[in-house]
């Protein structure tokens, strides 16, 4: 199966990346929100979702997020490329559409989940400008994403920026949502994903709290790939988006530019 990866990976990756073609691959993590056919601020189509999908499917190792983990307690570095699919704050189309997207391509997902506004009317700030607002999960739906066999983490209790907040503030974020997520499921929720995820607010502090609340991850947002030696607690995602990402061609670009600034030791901002 890793023999086959390696000659499938996509021409524009293989032709653009050549340096990379004797090296290890790093771990690509990416991160959608929505998947609507709305076109509206952090909607993905779903035609071109599943387009994407099947081209990771079919180039790349798609690798459940605890996989991954594990991979990098060991160390361990790839020598095919990979991706671990995440989504964003619990819009109730990621479980509606999403899901059923996935199970159909047999592909795996973690959805990282903003505990206080599962159930509730859709309060977050940026999307109080659509009209209507889109809908965010029922837990009914968390449950099933769950008994599904997708991961679920936690995305904070009200989805603040956590370098604005006070060390209580944080920490209650961090511990509430955990536990929230837990008595719901009723097994432990060991992920986390910072909301807005930019470099300033993925700090120090952050991260520490993060750990000591007991998680055994954080995921940023601002682009980034993931070697084997990163720690866990300093992962970098790729925030999928159409305008970039369209179609897989477009994603094998960005994917390429990602590669080289790896190489270089810097880190691919969108």
Not at 83 to 104: H, K, M, P, Q, S
Not at 120 to 138: G, K, V
Request: hydrophobic share 40%; charged share 20%; aromatic share 10%.
């Amino acid at each position: 199966m890793i023999a086959q990866l390696s000659h499938a990976v996509p021409e524009p990756v293989w032709r653009t990346a050549g340096a990379w073609r004797r090296a290890r691959w790093p771990y690509c993590i990416v991160a959608f929100h929505r998947i609507s056919d709305d076109g509206k601020d952090l909607a993905y189509p779903p035609a071109a979702f599943a387009a994407l999908c099947g081209y990771w499917r079919d180039h790349y190792e798609v690798l459940p997020l605890e996989r991954l983990l594990a991979r990098l307690t060991h160390g361990d570095a790839l020598r095919h490329p990979s991706v671990c699919i995440t989504f964003d704050d619990g819009y109730a189309d990621n479980a509606e559409v999403a899901a059923e997207i996935l199970d159909r391509l047999d592909l795996s997902a973690t959805f990282f989940i903003t505990s206080g506004a599962i159930g509730e009317p859709n309060r977050f700030p940026w999307d109080q400008h659509l009209a209507p607002p889109p809908r965010l999960m029922r837990w009914e739906q968390v449950h099933a994403l769950r008994a599904a066999g997708f991961g679920i983490g936690s995305h904070t209790v009200t989805h603040p920026r956590l370098s604005e907040l006070r060390q209580t503030e944080l920490v209650e974020q961090l511990t509430a949502s955990r536990a929230h997520l837990e008595k719901e499921l009723g097994e432990p929720v060991l992920d986390f994903a910072y909301p807005f995820g930019r470099l300033g607010d993925c700090d120090a502090a952050a991260r520490a709290a993060v750990h000591a609340a007991g998680y055994r991850c954080c995921l940023a947002c601002h682009g980034g790939l993931v070697s084997a030696h990163d720690s866990p607690y300093q992962l970098n995602r790729i925030p999928v988006s159409p305008r970039w990402h369209a179609t897989p061609r477009a994603w094998a670009r960005a994917y390429a530019k990602q590669l080289f600034a790896s190489k270089r030791g810097s880190v691919e901002t969108l």
